[in-house]
């Protein structure tokens, strides 16, 4: 007897790691001599950068930097700022041999501390939260078909998500930022601002054709006296070699700032009017090609008794991700006496959720909006006000209960208008990326045996049998009652799909 079977093999990201680990920040430490003495601290931020993320056999290996970020008042009632870098390495227990891998990492500020020890020593205390997420490219073997001995498979074509290739990189970009002859000459950075939005994407063959913006905000203490903000857009352009893609495949694409360096550029006038930005980003691209996957779900064999077992099967259909923008608006009160001028405004997207909602992803958080602002006297102020938010993001298609969301929302831009005095309203541009991943789970055959030594015998002598069929009854459960071949079966009925439309007299076929 000539029986073979049939197995076919598809490429998944499996995810082998997803947690929250905590790097804790402490520090002590002097002001450098060019900074004037503390007065009085207005903020403490903690910001972390990771710089990379080397995935191994049972270890994930994280580097990366804590900015600690200090704005105070001097004891002369100067603006100032100071900058301390804090470099960790983190190590992370994983499972797999890391083969092919790549690893997702998301810092947030946890908590910060921040004491003034005397007036030129503080003390810091406090931690990152990294978002940590391991993907690694997983086969998948299904028993998908088989020939000979008479065999009859009933099939489930099962929609999946194959992987074709999945890169990291890190975009080293180089620019001047000029603040124009419309602005003041630069004394000294108070704080810097940065983060990449992609535009477009495009999958070509073998390769990913990326585009996006830098957008760089620099607060800087001026010549003159008062502060100015200087903002730039410096758009970039990748091309990541990928095997094996085409025009037809879906994408994922995540960046991430790992690094930005501004420095100040005297000029031939010996004013500062420039600065040297030297930024890095780190780019991870998935490319996914959408298929069906024949899993065989029952099985019987005219000839032969069979013997089959049945494994579970789990099956990811990854969605092609949705990233778009949205605004949102809300008026904010001052405390009385605090605005005369507004310094600078940032806002820091906070405690973002997301759950399945009809017509896409119901995302719901707060954005932090931080507002440096000086009274009429000339005394700074530091305030803080929450901003909450949904939004609809919308992704094709109903999703089911036990979709898993990855959503990212950052913040592109952010203004304001004064109303009043006190009043004013903050508007933040926010962009947001969503992907969606559904995971099948089925019991699906995994392998069959025929025993030749059992054949199945039909002693009646009939050529065919009648059966009157009901309406909505399986056509696969009546070929496999009568151990008949189900394709002659609907031929000689004129009968298709998986059950009968109407009541029917079937004429069964014997050989």
């Given at each position: 007897?000539?029986?073979?079977?049939?197995?076919?093999?598809?490429?998944?990201?499996?995810v082998?790691?997803?947690?929250?680990?905590?790097?804790?920040?402490d520090?002590e430490?002097?002001?450098?001599?060019?900074?004037?003495?503390?007065?009085?601290?207005?903020?403490?931020?903690?910001?972390?950068?990771?710089?990379?993320?080397?995935?191994?056999?049972?270890?994930?290996?994280?580097?990366?930097?804590?900015?600690?970020?200090?704005?105070?008042?001097?004891?002369?009632?100067?603006l100032?700022?100071?900058?301390?870098?804090?470099s960790?390495s983190?190590?992370?227990?994983i499972?797999?041999?890391?083969?092919?891998?790549?690893?997702?990492?998301?810092p947030?500020?946890?908590?910060?501390?921040?004491?003034?020890?005397?007036?030129?020593k503080?003390?810091?205390?406090?931690?990152?939260?990294?978002?940590?997420?391991?993907?690694?490219?997983?086969?998948?073997?299904?028993?998908?078909?088989?020939e000979?001995?008479?065999l009859?498979?009933?099939?489930?074509?099962?929609?999946?998500?194959?992987?074709?290739?999945?890169?990291?990189k890190?975009i080293?970009?180089?620019?001047?930022?000029?603040?124009?002859?419309?602005?003041?000459?630069?004394?000294?950075?108070?704080?810097?601002?940065?983060?990449?939005?992609?535009?477009?994407?495009?999958?070509?063959?073998?390769?990913m054709?990326?585009?996006?913006?830098?957008?760089?905000?620099?607060?800087?203490?001026?010549?003159?006296?008062?502060?100015?903000?200087?903002?730039?857009a410096?758009?970039f352009?990748?091309?990541i070699?990928?095997?094996?893609?085409?025009?037809?495949?879906?994408?994922?694409?995540?960046?991430?700032?790992?690094?930005?360096?501004?420095?100040?550029?005297?000029?031939?006038?010996?004013?500062?009017?420039?600065?040297?930005?030297?930024?890095r980003i780190?780019?991870?691209?998935?490319?996914?090609?959408e298929?069906?996957?024949?899993?065989?779900?029952?099985?019987?064999?005219t000839?032969?008794?069979?013997?089959?077992?049945?494994?579970?099967?789990?099956?990811?259909?990854?969605?092609?991700?949705?990233?778009?923008?949205?605004?949102?608006?809300q008026n904010v009160?001052?405390?009385?006496?605090?605005?005369?001028k507004?310094?600078?405004?940032?806002?820091?997207?906070q405690?973002v959720?997301?759950?399945?909602?009809?017509g896409?992803?119901?995302?719901?958080?707060?954005?932090?909006?931080?507002?440096?602002?000086?009274?009429?006297?000339?005394?700074?102020y530091?305030?803080?006000?929450?901003?909450d938010?949904e939004?609809?993001?919308?992704?094709?298609?109903?999703?089911?209960?036990?979709?898993?969301?990855e959503?990212d929302?950052?913040?592109?831009?952010?203004?304001?208008?004064?109303?009043?005095?006190n009043?004013?309203e903050v508007?933040?541009?926010?962009?947001?990326?969503?992907?969606?991943?559904?995971?099948?789970?089925?019991?699906?055959?995994?392998?069959?045996?025929?025993?030749?030594?059992?054949?199945?015998?039909?002693?009646s002598g009939?050529?065919?049998?009648i059966y009157?069929?009901?309406?909505?009854?399986?056509?696969?459960?009546?070929?496999?009652?009568?151990?008949?071949?189900?394709?002659?079966?609907?031929?000689?009925?004129?009968?298709?799909?998986?059950t009968l439309?109407?009541?029917?007299?079937?004429?069964?076929?014997r050989?």
């Amino acid at each position: 007897m000539d029986f073979k079977v049939i197995r076919q093999t598809i490429a998944q990201n499996g995810v082998i790691y997803a947690q929250n680990v905590e790097q804790s920040v402490d520090c002590e430490f002097n002001l450098p001599d060019y900074c004037q003495n503390i007065g009085r601290i207005l903020k403490c931020q903690l910001t972390g950068r990771v710089g990379s993320a080397a995935v191994g056999a049972g270890n994930l290996n994280l580097e990366g930097m804590a900015l600690v970020w200090i704005l105070y008042v001097s004891d002369a009632g100067e603006l100032c700022s100071y900058e301390l870098p804090v470099s960790f390495s983190k190590n992370v227990e994983i499972t797999g041999d890391g083969d092919g891998a790549v690893a997702y990492c998301a810092p947030s500020c946890d908590y910060v501390n921040c004491r003034a020890v005397t007036e030129r020593k503080l003390d810091v205390h406090g931690a990152l939260t990294l978002k940590v997420r391991v993907v690694q490219p997983q086969s998948c073997e299904l028993l998908c078909g088989a020939e000979g001995g008479g065999l009859q498979l009933q099939k489930s074509m099962l929609p999946a998500t194959e992987s074709v290739g999945v890169a990291q990189k890190i975009i080293s970009v180089n620019e001047e930022i000029d603040v124009g002859q419309s602005m003041s000459a630069i004394k000294n950075i108070l704080r810097t601002n940065c983060r990449a939005v992609y535009s477009e994407c495009k999958v070509l063959s073998g390769k990913m054709m990326i585009k996006g913006e830098i957008l760089l905000d620099i607060l800087y203490n001026s010549v003159t006296g008062g502060q100015e903000t200087a903002q730039s857009a410096i758009p970039f352009n990748q091309i990541i070699d990928m095997d094996g893609a085409d025009e037809n495949n879906t994408f994922d694409v995540s960046l991430s700032v790992a690094g930005c360096d501004c420095k100040l550029r005297t000029g031939q006038g010996g004013e500062i009017r420039s600065v040297m930005a030297a930024i890095r980003i780190s780019v991870t691209a998935q490319v996914n090609r959408e298929t069906e996957l024949p899993a065989v779900c029952d099985a019987y064999s005219t000839m032969f008794e069979l013997s089959a077992q049945r494994s579970p099967v789990n099956i990811l259909r990854q969605l092609p991700s949705v990233q778009e923008q949205f605004l949102i608006k809300q008026n904010v009160s001052m405390n009385e006496g605090e605005t005369a001028k507004i310094i600078h405004l940032w806002c820091e997207p906070q405690k973002v959720s997301a759950v399945p909602a009809e017509g896409g992803i119901q995302i719901t958080g707060t954005a932090l909006c931080s507002i440096i602002s000086q009274n009429g006297e000339g005394i700074y102020y530091y305030t803080e006000k929450p901003l909450d938010f949904e939004h609809l993001c919308p992704v094709g298609g109903e999703l089911p209960g036990d979709a898993k969301m990855e959503c990212d929302v950052s913040v592109v831009q952010s203004s304001f208008v004064m109303l009043s005095g006190n009043e004013l309203e903050v508007r933040a541009e926010l962009n947001c990326k969503c992907s969606v991943t559904v995971t099948t789970v089925m019991q699906a055959i995994s392998s069959i045996e025929l025993d030749e030594s059992k054949p199945k015998a039909d002693d009646s002598g009939a050529a065919l049998y009648i059966y009157y069929g009901k309406a909505g009854e399986n056509i696969w459960s009546i070929a496999q009652r009568y151990n008949t071949l189900i394709d002659d079966m609907c031929e000689i009925n004129d009968i298709s799909g998986e059950t009968l439309a109407a009541d029917k007299m079937l004429l069964i076929p014997r050989f």
